[in-house]
């Protein structure tokens, strides 16, 4: 699970900072998180193939999370994309990218679906057999989800050097692999547990920006492997944090340690803070587990 | 009269360079001319002071020259802008921002104008003492306007070596500068040629990108100082401007020669070429003085 973040600075792009946009690879999946001004830019210049994103989440219809859609949905089509583009985010942004694409006379030519989102509760809104993403409503001051990417378990390991101890036919091993006993001819009963290690343990990322501190969420993102919680202000400025909807650093990590995660990713940071290492030790003074965001920043989890 | 090119290519931003936007100062304004996405960062990387922008000139719908616009009028929001804006561009522009800032929920807390042109001829879109803006109708794939910024000529300069020779009441010195003659009390007719000497030279500036090679426009442009001329090929793609509605490097030189401007500045290149020295060479087999345009650079008429 690698997760390339192209921009995490609020409200506006400026000269070295760009508005939220990050790239989630996951089971072979390409995930765009929201679309701020210039991600597109950002995308080239992190070496992303435009080709291999056929999903965008957007959060919420704040310029700085969805400004720079339109732009890319263009882009695709001047390199002759064909491949079907499928987008998540609230209703209105359909009407928003039609509008726009109308105007210019330049409908795409791949396939565009949209996929609004109006639920307050969390949904699903994308399964294969590797993968569930679903959102993660958000207090904020307009409607707004984050999202939430779970692998699925996989096969059980077969250990081939306790398979081979018994006479097992080949047509069993997918069976077994799914976690069922075997009966030999004889009526033995081999205990799966025997055969089989547990598969790979699933990793999750959640990604919640933005939002005010809400613990309605913490039991869609329980243990998640990743929580990346937006953190607009330090904690001098906690007072801001209601009026404007946005959390401060100890609140992401509030939010962290209740819900039991394995790395908290700080990110949203208000553009009038000059050293973003401040949000990491205010934060660390309740959860331990924290890391920073920044862009161009590439974790591996 | 100064120009700054903030983007001169077409098509998408790319890592290095540029969509679509300039901006021109002239006596003591700041006219923002086209506003491809990442404008604002351009904007601040070129230091120009985002209040002093009153007035934003969009030629055209197409996504190089306007994607960037929401999102400076959201940023103006952000900096508590309290100074009016005023945007001229193609009808349906204001339905694209005012149906994002909704959808948004983030209205302007300064006074938004909208100017939305239908005209296929020219219009005066603004005008006050000292300067004219009219659209330049092109032929594009969309309805488009160049525009045309004119000084207008100033008050004859008073010489007031010859003034002083006569006995002149200085409440007639405004109307010698208006090019009025002097009657002195005997009768005595002092002609105005005597007094005064001609104004200033007026300067005046024409943007046309983007534009298929149309010579209806060379009357509106005849001797302007400076024609900025789009010029998205090489004549080794000659045969893609009848189709894309744009213009080569020697069809801007030829409109240039025949409207017989003082200086040509190309720009809008295809992003297929990597020496945009050449658009110059092959424009000045054709015409003399050309400037070619670059993201950052700043010309001084």
């Known amino acids: 699970m ?68 339109v732009g890319l949905i263009s882009t695709f089509r001047l390199l002759t994309r064909d491949t079907p ?10 009407e928003i990218i039609t509008l726009q694409l109308k105007l210019s006379n330049s409908w795409t030519d791949y396939p565009l679906h949209f996929h609004e989102l109006i639920s307050k509760d969390s949904v699903v809104v994308f399964e294969d057999e590797k993968i569930k993403v679903s959102t993660i409503p958000l207090q904020h001051r307009v409607y707004c989800n984050g999202f939430l990417f779970q692998e699925k378990p996989g096969d059980r390991k077969l250990l081939m050097s306790k398979v081979l101890n018994y006479d097992i036919d080949v047509a069993y091993y997918r069976s077994i692999k799914k976690g069922n006993d075997v009966i030999l001819d004889d009526g033995t009963v081999i205990a799966n547990e ?41 904690e001098s400025h906690q007072h801001l944090c209601a009026t404007t909807g946005h959390s401060s650093a100890k609140d992401a990590a509030t939010i962290a340690k209740k819900a039991e995660v394995g790395t908290l990713v700080l990110g949203h940071y208000s553009t009038r803070y000059n ?27």
């Open 275 to 301: 050293d973003i290492e401040l949000f990491k030790e205010e934060a660390k003074t309740i959860f331990k587990n924290v890391e920073i965001a920044d862009d161009g920043k590439v974790f591996d989890f």
């Open 85 to 94: 583009l499928h987008i998540y985010g609230p209703k209105g942004i359909k």
């Open 2 to 69: 690698k997760l390339t973040i192209l921009g995490c600075y609020s409200a506006t792009p400026r000269t070295f900072t760009n508005p939220t946009s990050q790239v989630l690879e996951i089971n072979n999946h390409i995930f765009l998180i929201d679309c701020g001004e210039g991600t597109q830019v950002e995308l080239r210049r992190n070496r992303i193939k435009f080709s291999r994103i056929k999903h965008i989440f957007i959060s919420h219809l704040h310029g700085d999370h969805f400004f720079g859609l």
């Open 194 to 234: 025997e055969l089989t290690d547990d598969p790979k343990p699933v990793k999750s990322y959640a990604f919640c920006s933005d939002t005010k501190y809400d613990e309605n969420k913490i039991p869609l993102i329980k243990g998640v492997t990743v929580l990346y919680h937006e953190s607009t202000f330090l």
